[in-house]
């Protein structure tokens, strides 16, 4: 009979990524900013940054997924740029304005505005001028096959119409987040995608999450 005793040995659970990136978040509400570095999380971080950024790809992919802002990113598309605009004037429900880069719900600060467009009035020009010009995707051959012309979800140029036609507010009723910060704004088929509906400006409609939920829940 062998002698060997039991041993008790501590087993670490995983770290899950709603941990990591809780914790990002804590280490920015620690020292009031938005921006948080490799080094400065290294120095306040209760992981490794590089285990997180092995978890999510790279660092600035996990400030990403924490909703922080990404300072020193370079070589960033121009589509990024829009769609960080356009997030910016969903959750305003108007025009952003420059200081607004530096808060949630940006994930681009102001450098990369500057260093594409030269000035924060002429990147807004450019955005609105991109977001007006005719959506040319091309269709999805799933979707043709299924007798569908369009595809199911509305491109981000789409999105800025008809919610610039709908006044960035919901057409049931009339809620904006202009008036309700934080409000979550949706583009929705006015006939269902799944009964045939395009997705065209005349089929689609604002409305805010609770209309939109409350209407999927009466088909």
Aim: aromatic share 8%; with cysteine.
């Amino acid at each position: 009979m062998s002698d060997q005793k039991f041993r008790l040995e501590r087993v670490r659970a995983p770290i899950s990524d709603p941990e990591l990136i809780s914790d990002i978040r804590r280490v920015a509400e620690l020292v009031g900013t938005n921006a948080v570095s490799f080094r400065l999380y290294r120095e306040l971080g209760n992981y490794s940054p590089s285990t997180v950024a092995l978890r999510f790809g790279t660092w600035n992919l996990a400030l990403i997924a924490a909703g922080m802002v990404v300072a020193g990113e370079r070589n960033i598309s121009d589509e990024r740029l829009f769609e960080n605009l356009m997030r910016l004037w969903e959750h305003y429900g108007r025009q952003p304005r420059f200081r607004e880069l530096a808060s949630p719900p940006s994930v681009i600060s102001s450098g990369p505005y500057q260093r594409r467009f030269l000035s924060w009035m002429k990147a807004l020009e450019q955005f609105v001028a991109y977001a007006n010009s005719q959506d040319s995707r091309p269709p999805i051959p799933v979707e043709i096959v299924s007798g569908h012309k369009t595809g199911r979800d509305p491109s981000l140029r789409l999105r800025f119409l008809v919610m610039k036609r709908d006044n960035f507010s919901c057409r049931a009723c009339g809620a904006s987040p202009a008036l309700r910060p934080g409000l979550s704004l949706h583009v929705d088929h006015i006939k269902a995608w799944s009964l045939g509906g395009e997705t065209i400006e005349e089929n689609l409609q604002t409305l805010c999450e609770t209309c939109n939920l409350g209407k999927s829940n009466i088909h």
